[in-house]
């Protein structure tokens, strides 16, 4: 449809977001109701790993509690390893 599709461009635009925000908006968007944006959620999730190290921008106490309501949230819609992964980078 088309509020999907401009869903999806919304993500595209969001993964250039700060590290730290982008993460944040990728874990929001496996609340959509579209299989297509919690796909492309996870995707986008994968490759910010990989990307990590590439800023060194710090997380702020207030985005690390975010972030780990999301992902308790949304655990069910994250791949085990990914999660895994995740929860490291917060430590």
């Known amino acids: 449809?088309?509020?999907e599709y401009n869903k999806i461009k919304c993500l595209s635009i969001l993964n250039?977001?700060?590290?730290?925000?982008?993460?944040?908006?990728?874990?929001?968007?496996?609340?959509?109701?579209?299989?297509?944006?919690?796909?492309?959620s996870v995707s986008l999730m994968k490759n910010w790993i990989l990307r990590f190290n590439r800023s060194y921008?710090?997380?702020?106490?207030?985005?690390?509690?975010?972030?780990?309501?999301?992902?308790?949230?949304?655990k069910a819609q994250i791949p085990g390893y990914l999660k895994t992964q995740l929860r490291f980078v917060l430590k």
């Not at 977001?17 to 919690?38: G, N, V």
């Not at 207030?62 to 780990?68: G, L, M, R, V």
Request: net charge negative; hydrophobic share 35%.
């Open 1 to 3: 449809t088309a509020l």
């Open 16 to 40: 250039y977001a700060p590290k730290w925000d982008r993460i944040t908006y990728l874990l929001e968007a496996l609340e959509s109701p579209s299989e297509k944006i919690k796909e492309m």
């Open 57 to 74: 921008s710090n997380l702020t106490a207030a985005q690390k509690s975010h972030i780990e309501q999301l992902l308790e949230k949304n």
